[in-house]
């Protein structure tokens, strides 16, 4: 049955390997893009000035950089992640950039060890379409996030989608089959991860489909702001 789930989920091997190339292949692969996204929906974040602040799914610890960087002193982040290789290299990677307050904490998204309503703000990059993508534990993820979040907070979501525009998205399914699988299976050792994130990113939900999700789980309201062509977007959904 593990090496069932293993070949289902791939992404479980390489994330508790860590590549040497990860964080290099994300730059890579998104023309940077992704940091600058990240960045942004840290400011999202911490527009309410949040005392609490949630980077789920932290894997190297980039969002909880950004908002450590973004953050007054006296707001708390905590970075959550199953990984402990990937925990330990986002710690490192925070004290490198002279951020010593973030907490680093290891565990289970779907049972995470903390008060219901703790967080006055979450944030997840590019990390919520591995929680929901014909993913069997999905509502559990959700059920989770919105109890941990207080009333009126906000879960900031940056993630894929699909540009609405047919040559654009094409051309992103394109580029998802025949340069992100094959370039990032090789620089990383790790082809059938990186393969199944070509996949999911091909098929995973678009800007509405996301929305309803969201609306669905139980979340009061949710806006988004799309990017590049909507070939990602940042969510911003409230309890």
């Not at 600058?36 to 527009?47: D, G, T, Y």
């Not at 525009?165 to 990186?194: D, M, V």
């Amino acid at each position: 049955m593990q090496k069932e789930q293993q070949d289902k989920r791939p992404l479980q091997k390489m994330f508790h390997a860590v590549p040497p190339s990860y964080d290099f292949l994300n730059r890579v692969l998104t023309l940077r893009f992704d940091q600058v996204w990240r960045k942004s929906a840290a400011a999202v974040c911490l527009e309410k000035n949040p005392e609490r602040v949630l980077d789920l799914c932290c894997g190297t610890g980039d969002l909880a950089i950004h908002l450590g960087k973004g953050a007054p002193a006296c707001t708390h982040i905590t970075a959550f992640d199953y990984s402990p290789p990937m925990l330990e290299l986002a710690r490192k990677k925070a004290l490198k950039a002279g951020l010593d307050g973030v907490e680093f904490i290891h565990g289970d998204a779907a049972d995470m060890p903390f008060s219901n309503g703790y967080f006055d703000s979450i944030g997840i990059a590019f990390a919520f379409r591995n929680l929901t993508f014909r993913n069997p534990d999905s509502e559990k993820f959700l059920s989770e996030i919105l109890r941990v979040l207080k009333p009126g907070g906000r879960f900031v979501i940056v993630e894929t989608s699909q540009p609405p525009n047919p040559a654009l998205r094409k051309i992103f399914h394109l580029y998802l089959r025949w340069l992100t699988a094959p370039l990032g299976g090789i620089l990383s050792g790790h082809y059938g991860a990186y393969k199944y994130l070509a996949h999911s990113a091909s098929h995973y939900y678009s800007s509405r489909e996301l929305e309803e999700l969201i609306l669905n789980a139980g979340f009061a309201s949710v806006s988004s702001k799309m990017l590049f062509g909507g070939i990602a977007g940042i969510f911003t959904a409230i309890k």
